[in-house]
């Protein structure tokens, strides 16, 4: 009897033992971030940091009577665009205005948010959609 419930005993340690290292496989290689989001730049950085291939294609300063700017970047040659504003409530309100408007997409719309940005990726790729929930978590209003 003894010796069963070492061996129950052991088999439960290497069991959780083995969940542990999976996860942690799991996680490794995907680098996020904790921080504030405050500019593109900052985007930028946690897409290349996982592995993407990022060109700017269109870059603007935020406009005073906007309180956003609006960015057009290529991430794995797919066009992202990418909203800084000037605080998180204009984020917030800015993304739910374009999500609720009556704007006909060519694509599925997958809207992110996080701080001061604010995403818009018109598209279905997985591979994408999971880097972007990286920079800014889940998609928001799908």
Request: charge should be neutral; charged fraction near 25%; glycine fraction near 2%.
């Amino acid at each position: 009897m003894k010796n069963k419930k070492t061996s129950t005993f052991k088999n439960i340690i290497l069991l959780l033992i083995l969940i542990l290292i999976l996860s942690s496989c799991a996680t490794k290689g995907s680098k996020n971030t904790e921080k504030d989001l405050d500019n593109l730049d900052q985007v930028l950085e946690i897409l290349r940091e996982n592995g993407a291939d990022i060109n700017i294609k269109e870059r603007e300063k935020i406009q005073p009577h906007l309180n956003y700017s609006k960015n057009f970047i290529t991430v794995n040659e797919e066009t992202v665009q990418v909203y800084e504003c000037t605080d998180s409530n204009t984020a917030q309100k800015e993304l739910k205005n374009i999500a609720n408007s009556a704007i006909n997409w060519n694509s599925t719309p997958n809207y992110f948010q996080k701080d001061k940005i604010f995403i818009i990726y018109i598209g279905k790729t997985d591979s994408l959609i999971n880097l972007l929930k990286l920079v800014a978590g889940e998609p928001q209003y799908n």
